[in-house]
């Protein structure tokens, strides 16, 4: 291999010895810098958004964003905004693992090591290791979780809407989480 080809091999590859400081910075930059989460909350708007007014047209697009933001605010607190419904669906998005996929945890994992490794123990450090990962991608998660929720009730609201059953609106929902 030519000397190019090897650097290349080990920028995309370096192996384990810069692990924990890349861990470190990946942590630092997510939950040391709160602005990371507020920037991944506008998912919504630059990316679920285009996905469905391509679909369903601007106004439909933005009544549904607005409502789904709103209502899943004012439903965690009061219960109120979402149909049973609506309720249901989300708790099997929530059981298919989807609407409550972490981007940020997932990554901090591998960026960490062995995900196996990581789950049958370790040491004290290890765990301080990992409890500190999840704190401080913490606002990120949430975050993530908020956008996926308010793209999934939107999409499959807009799918209702058009008469689709209740699980064609499922997986319009799904699509639209995953688009």
Avoid at 35 to 54: C, R
Avoid at 78 to 102: N, P
Avoid at 142 to 163: I, T
Wanted: overall charge neutral.
């Amino acid at each position: 291999l030519s000397w190019m080809q090897k650097h290349y091999d080990y920028i995309m590859n370096p192996g384990e010895e810069w692990t924990g400081i890349r861990s470190f910075g990946f942590m630092f930059y997510l939950g040391a810098v709160p602005k990371s989460a507020v920037v991944n909350l506008t998912q919504v708007p630059l990316a679920t958004y285009p996905y469905l007014a391509g679909i369903h047209g601007d106004v439909q697009a933005t009544k549904a964003l607005a409502g789904a933001i709103a209502d899943l605010t004012r439903g965690v607190v009061s219960g109120k905004g979402i149909s049973e419904e609506e309720w249901t669906a989300i708790r099997q998005g929530r059981k298919d693992s989807f609407l409550d996929e972490s981007l940020a945890s997932y990554l901090a994992d591998v960026a960490e090591g062995s995900l196996l490794t990581q789950t049958i123990g370790g040491t004290k450090a290890d765990a301080a290791l990992r409890t500190a990962g999840y704190l401080g991608t913490y606002l990120f998660q949430k975050a993530e979780m908020f956008n996926r929720h308010v793209s999934f009730l939107a999409g499959y609201r807009l799918a209702r809407e058009k008469g689709r059953s209740a699980d064609a609106a499922y997986k319009a929902g799904r699509d639209t989480v995953d688009g």
